[in-house]
């Protein structure tokens, strides 16, 4: 039997199933998650006015903090549309090249994300570990400089994935993705062709990136708190720890649930299929939804500047 007459050639459309084994309680589940839709845009979007309009907010963390809530604004824009449209509206199908450009943007803002928080642990450290030299060396050209490279740094290693697919393969098992969003390894399962070259290079993206961010955290903190710990007054060992304490909960929450997706997603095949759309959904709403009301309760100056703003 021929290739063609077992397989698809080529679909131009392809269908998002929502959460397989949940689409009796899909509009259900589409509740909460538009609600922590709406409050991480909002979050965001009201955290990004507050850094902008305030001068005295025009500093490194604050700026790295401003574009980590533009990039949670994309992410969530970019999946939460078509989700709730698949949950609520019974629009399941999507264009093939549409799922890829979607593909494309929420694996390059994820690996955006990752590169911010880098960002502003080794701000962090700087300020904590030379405090003396920190306005010298993070200068706003240089923060500019640090958001150009995260940037192209996720777009260029993210692409190869996109030629990869709509290069490689022509003849596709199904059109029928079990998942709620278009994700990398959803659509190379679809392929009838061998998938090892993609599976490698998805590999190779996510340890690159994780591992080289995670790494470069993990010894910027652990030399913060070396340096805290040393700092001969208690009230200048808190000060410092504060300034700290919403970082590391934002890094904490983004690694650990990425962490969770990925391994459930390709180690644990013994759990249920609905878990790991579940938990990768989640992955990519918490973060954002999380993000601002962190920040916002842990950092004294946008936590003023906001009530004030909203109470003018």
Request: aromatic share 14%; proline share 4%.
């Amino acid at each position: 039997m021929s290739v063609s007459n077992i397989t698809i050639y080529m679909p131009s459309v392809l269908t998002l199933i929502g959460i397989p084994g949940l689409e009796s309680v899909q509009r259900w589940i589409g509740i909460p998650f538009c609600a922590m839709f709406l409050i991480a845009v909002v979050g965001n979007a009201v955290l990004l006015m507050v850094i902008r309009s305030e001068r005295s907010l025009h500093e490194p963390m604050y700026i790295f903090l401003g574009m980590l809530g533009a990039t949670d604004i994309a992410l969530t824009s970019s999946i939460m549309p078509k989700m709730l449209g698949i949950f609520w509206f019974n629009m399941p199908e999507i264009y093939f090249d549409s799922c890829l450009l979607q593909m494309w943007f929420i694996h390059t803002l994820q690996c955006t994300e990752s590169g911010i928080l880098l960002a502003m642990a080794l701000d962090r450290f700087v300020a904590i570990c030379y405090p003396l030299r920190h306005a010298t060396i993070f200068t706003h050209q240089l923060v500019s400089q640090i958001g150009a490279t995260v940037i192209l740094r996720a777009a260029i290693l993210v692409a190869p994935c996109l030629v990869l697919i709509k290069c490689r393969f022509q003849f596709y098992h199904t059109t029928v993705i079990s998942h709620s969003y278009c994700e990398h390894m959803a659509i190379v399962k679809l392929a009838a062709g061998n998938v090892r070259i993609n599976k490698i290079y998805g590999l190779f993206v996510a340890f690159t990136v994780a591992g080289f961010d995670l790494t470069f955290i993990t010894l910027s903190y652990i030399q913060i708190f070396t340096t805290v710990f040393h700092l001969p007054q208690k009230e200048a060992r808190l000060k410092a720890f504060n300034t700290c304490i919403a970082h590391i909960c934002v890094f904490l929450q983004f690694y650990l649930l990425a962490f969770f997706s990925f391994f459930t997603h390709r180690f644990g095949s013994h759990i249920p299929p609905y878990i790991h759309i579940l938990f990768s959904s989640i992955y990519l709403l918490v973060p954002p939804f999380l993000n601002p009301l962190v920040y916002g309760v842990k950092t004294k100056q946008i936590r003023i500047h906001v009530m004030k703003m909203f109470c003018s």
